[in-house]
Nanobody
């Protein structure tokens, strides 16, 4: 059974930092792509990043490039999203998602976590 569990969401001040985790199980981690998405109230879900674990590449949305960094730990089957220089507009529920058995980041992700709330406010 594929499972994705996000954690690390919290309240942060503008300019602060948070580190989100996406713990995965139920599939071959090294042959997958993991994406981070977010959705703010009243807005559409948007992609934040995608990491092809198999391909060893990560791409970022323009809105977070230079501030957010993705890393992974294959032994722990976990992907991390380090968020620095946080802005109020980063406030959203953050989700991780998996595409299994792919070399490149896909347009579709079949498995999703439950989300973790990030709030950036003074």
């Amino acid at each position: 059974e594929v499972q994705l569990v996000e954690s690390g969401g919290d309240l942060a001040q503008p300019g602060g930092s948070l580190r989100l985790s996406c713990a995965t199980s139920g599939f071959t981690f090294d042959d997958a792509a993991i994406g981070w998405f977010r959705q703010a109230p009243g807005k559409e879900r948007e992609g934040v990043s995608c990491s092809s674990i198999w391909g060893g590449r990560t791409n970022y949305a323009d809105s977070v490039r230079g501030r957010f960094t993705v890393s992974s730990d294959s032994a722990k089957k976990t992907v991390y999203l380090q968020m620095n220089s946080l802005k109020p507009e980063d406030t959203a529920i953050y989700y991780c998602a998996a595409a299994i058995g792919v070399y490149e980041c896909p347009s579709r992700f079949d498995y999703w976590g439950q989300g973790t709330q990030v709030t950036v406010s003074s």
